[in-house]
Each structure stands twice: as structure tokens, then as C-alpha cells.
């Protein structure tokens, strides 16, 4: 999970929140950072419920997956 909390991270800061400052500066420059951060917060937001879902649909394949070849052993050790 290392790589996607690093891509959290770059996409947070880098990507979003510093573009987000400039542009958000040149419409309020009182409130241009507050502003900045919650957008970049929202969007990050929205990403990580994409990514949780994918993550969570990537497990349950994966469990079932374990479930079935764990059954078909149990058959095979019957005695």
C-alpha cells in the first residue's frame, strides 16, 4: 500500500493544493490558501472513494479466489 499512500501524498500537495494556491490567490488573496486546501481536500476525497472501492472490489476477488482453491483442497484430503 506503500505506492498509493505516496501517490496520495504527491497528488495532495504537488498536483492539487499548489496549483490550487495560485489560482485561488489571484480571486482571494486573503483566503487563497484556506480555499486551496479544501479543494484540494474534496478532490482527494473524491479519488480515495474510487480507490477504496477498486481496493475493495480487488480483495473480494481475491478471497473468493482463496475460498475456492481452499474448498478444492479440503475435497482432495478427505479420508
Do not use: C, H
Not at 2 to 28: D, T
Not at 49 to 54: K, Q, S
Not at 65 to 73: H, N, R, T, V
Amino acid at each position: 500500500m506503500g505506492k498509493r499512500a505516496l501517490s496520495f501524498a504527491i497528488l495532495r500537495k504537488i498536483v492539487l493544493e499548489i496549483p490550487a494556491l495560485f489560482i485561488w490567490n489571484l480571486f482571494w488573496p486573503l483566503f487563497g490558501l484556506a480555499y486551496a486546501q479544501l479543494t484540494a481536500e474534496v478532490i482527494l476525497a473524491a479519488v480515495a472513494i474510487v480507490t477504496l472501492y477498486r481496493l475493495s472490489r480487488e480483495l473480494e476477488l481475491k478471497f473468493r479466489a482463496d475460498e475456492g482453491s481452499s474448498s478444492k483442497q479440503k475435497n482432495g484430503l478427505r479420508i
